[in-house]
């Protein structure tokens, strides 16, 4: 918890919740790759007291929890790990209601940024 936020309201906070905004996540497979380290991160936030949380020491067991998720056949993002390739966006099909010339959109989706989760 933040100290921002006040003891008062620390006692509404019933747990932890995290995002992955898929709008610009262009297939199953990279969503896939970005949820995964992200879980483990969670996990390390929702059970590791506040005054236990070492970076360091999350960091050194990431490696072993990657293997895991492979052993499952399962393929998260992590360093030095490539991004699943990007599929052909095509724009609609769409049929002209007139004769004017039509233009049809193609072109790769943009490569995903690479961030290191700031969870603490």
Do not use: K
């Not at 599929?87 to 233009?103: E, K």
Request: hydrophobic share 40%; proline share 12%.
């Amino acid at each position: 918890m933040t100290p921002a936020l006040g003891t008062a309201a620390v006692s509404h906070v019933l747990g932890v919740q995290g995002q992955l905004w898929t709008e610009h996540i262009d297939s199953d497979a990279r969503v896939e790759a970005m949820a995964l380290p992200r879980a483990a991160a969670l996990a390390e936030i929702a059970w590791t007291a506040a005054d236990r949380r070492d970076w360091p020491s999350f960091a050194g067991r990431l490696p072993a929890m990657q293997a895991r998720y492979q052993a499952l056949g399962l393929h998260p993002d992590g360093p030095g790990v490539p991004p699943p390739p990007s599929p052909r966006r095509v724009s609609q099909q769409l049929d002209p209601c007139t004769d004017a010339t039509s233009l049809n959109l193609e072109g790769r989706a943009p490569p995903a940024r690479r961030r290191h989760p700031s969870i603490w």
